[in-house]
């Protein structure tokens, strides 16, 4: 295979034939570096509690070998450039995997903004998708709540972590915060105290 | 095989040159007077000058950073063809100015951070010759391609348009020199290439080595016989301490879930996470002792007049200090760990396996040294 032929993947979808080609860019970039993450999708999320809203915070980095496949995920109409509708559309999509409640009620995630590098970039296994999304809520009563999280985007090839952030204002405290054991799911436990 | 030779024949320009230069503020466990600091910062500086004396305009050019500009944050744990670094490439440099340019390094770091950064670097180098892939991952047959005049930094390896041309190897770390070498105005010493990003500010009397990370692949490898661990020491204290506690202790530390990566790694700059695993205030004396030797393997990378003030402020917060664990506990066996504390973060994460770890340091208050100001 020469160096400039292309790997179609199905999109969306990572099927026998999509491993098989993976297999084969593997092979290609050396076995040397067969260990970085680069089949995976890493997907970092950071939750923020305020009294008032959660915001969760993504950071999607594709591996290189996954790369490809996830850009013609994003540039539908393959003219090599994410347009601002194909980024929309994209964290449409990211965020319906995205499930989150407050107190057992769940609640909706907007879209607040987001950052894409190039294509170019990410295909290169070095680009990092970030998505900022929060949901309100109504006003905390002071006392314990639970937050909780759950990512199932591309789960056949994601690697996740999953963090608190520590709260800006004191009078939210987090007092435990319990995860399955791939991290795509998190249970954060806080504290509001009275306000002042 | 040269390659031994080579490498302590770079570790003892290290010893030497610290020996040189700092000998009075090497001493572990005291904290140097800030006179001390200020003479090597003054040495530092001195050795950065003697670098730019043996470089043209145009490397110069190459070489330097406005310390207030985008460069700071530009590094990263992958290899050249994958992450497209800025700076002088040390396979661009005549010999003198490869000496000059380790010079600079060993003036910066005490011997063992600058012996770890070199078998860092050594190891890549044995990842270089072991690379047989027959694609864009290995050299080709007769050695890697000559550097093209007009290549954009990072060196030959990349093909726009095409999959990246990995490249490994000693020449393939970069320094940059971020705002004009000073004594006493805030600048900066980056240096990096594959599992290495070492970010020097410093600032007169004071120096913070935060961001900066240490990876190693392989792990463990053999020169001549001896054999090598760049990261085995921390590696192995982490060990020795988890074994120390107590069952209520690690009950506390080892966390119920796999970390399969840097959480705060490149690019995740000023993010503070919530702390988790077992409070240095519930350690004893000896597993806080334990706990402190642990994290002097990143705070004392940097020349020990800077070490131990840092040292010194990493203790004083040690009650606030969280130590958090991540898989089996057997020496040997793949774990991550995590240290936290109000000044500093620590994360050592196997990459799928043992022989191929990463490693980020940071300090929340004082990445890039954002206390000292701009210039």
């Known amino acids: 295979m020469g160096r400039g032929d292309r790997i179609d993947f199905p999109l969306g979808l990572f099927n026998a034939r999509g491993i098989a080609s993976l297999a084969v860019v593997g092979v290609l970039l050396g076995a040397s570096i067969e260990a970085h993450r680069l089949d995976e999708y890493l997907q970092a999320a950071r939750v923020d509690l305020d009294s008032t809203r959660v915001e969760v915070r993504l950071a999607l980095t594709p591996g290189v070998d996954v790369a490809d496949a996830i850009v013609r995920e994003i540039d539908v109409d393959r003219d090599g450039v994410l347009s601002q509708r194909e980024q929309a559309a994209y964290v449409t999509r990211v965020l319906e995997a995205v499930h989150l409640d407050v107190d057992g009620h769940t609640a909706r995630l907007h879209p607040t903004s987001s950052r894409f590098p190039a294509a170019a970039d990410l295909k290169g296994g070095e680009g990092t998708i970030t998505i900022r999304a929060d949901a309100g809520i109504p006003p905390l009563r002071p006392g314990t709540h639970r937050v909780y999280v759950r990512n199932a985007y591309h789960a056949e090839i994601g690697a996740y972590l999953s963090n608190a952030l520590v709260p800006r204002t004191k009078q939210i405290a987090v007092t435990a915060q319990q995860r399955n054991a791939n991290q795509s799911e998190l249970s954060i436990d806080y504290v509001v105290g009275a306000a002042r | ?375």
Request: net charge neutral; glycine share 10%.
């Open chain 2, 1 to 375: 095989m040269r390659a031994l030779p080579r490498l302590m024949a770079l570790v003892c320009l290290g010893f030497c040159a610290t020996l040189a230069t700092a000998a009075p503020a090497q001493t572990p466990a005291q904290v140097a007077p800030p006179a001390a600091q200020t003479d090597v910062t003054a040495r530092i500086v001195a050795a950065a000058q003697a670098l730019l004396a043996t470089l043209n305009q145009a490397d110069r050019t190459k070489v330097q950073f406005p310390f207030d500009g985008p460069q700071k944050s530009g590094w990263s744990n992958f290899p050249t063809g994958i992450f497209k670094r800025a700076g002088l490439r040390l396979g661009d440099l005549t010999p003198p100015q490869r000496t000059a340019a380790m010079s600079l390094l060993s003036t910066a770091l005490s011997p063992e951070g600058y012996r770890k950064i070199v078998e860092i670097m050594q190891g890549d180098e044995v990842l270089r010759k072991n690379d047989t892939g027959p694609g864009p991952g290995g050299p080709p047959p007769g050695g890697p391609p000559p550097r093209a005049p007009g290549d954009a930094p990072g060196g030959p390896g990349l093909t726009p348009g095409g999959p990246p041309r990995v490249a490994f190897g000693e020449d393939e770390y970069y320094l940059a020199l971020i705002g004009p070498p000073s004594t006493t105005a805030p600048w900066m010493i980056q240096f990096g290439g594959h599992h290495l990003a070492i970010n020097l500010t410093l600032a007169g009397t004071e120096a913070t080595l935060a961001p900066s990370l240490t990876g190693a692949q392989p792990a463990r490898f053999t020169i001549e016989g001896r054999t090598m661990r760049p990261l085995g020491s921390e590696n192995d204290k982490a060990f020795d301490l988890i074994n120390a506690l107590d069952e209520g202790q690690r009950k506390q530390a080892i966390l119920a879930y796999t970390v399969s990566d840097l959480v705060l790694g490149p690019g995740q700059d000023g993010r503070t996470i919530q702390p988790e695993g077992v409070r240095g205030s519930a350690l004893t004396p000896a597993q806080q002792t334990m706990l402190l030797d642990l994290v002097r393997e990143w705070a004392g990378i940097m020349n020990s007049a800077f070490a131990e003030p840092r040292m010194a402020e990493i203790r004083a917060h040690l009650a606030e200090t969280y130590f958090a664990w991540s898989g089996q506990t057997t020496n040997g066996s793949m774990a991550y760990f995590r240290v936290q504390g109000p000044t500093l973060v620590i994360e050592y994460a196997p990459q799928r396996s043992i022989d191929h770890i990463h490693t980020i340091y940071r300090d929340p208050t004082n990445d890039y040294g954002k206390r000292y100001g701009s210039r």
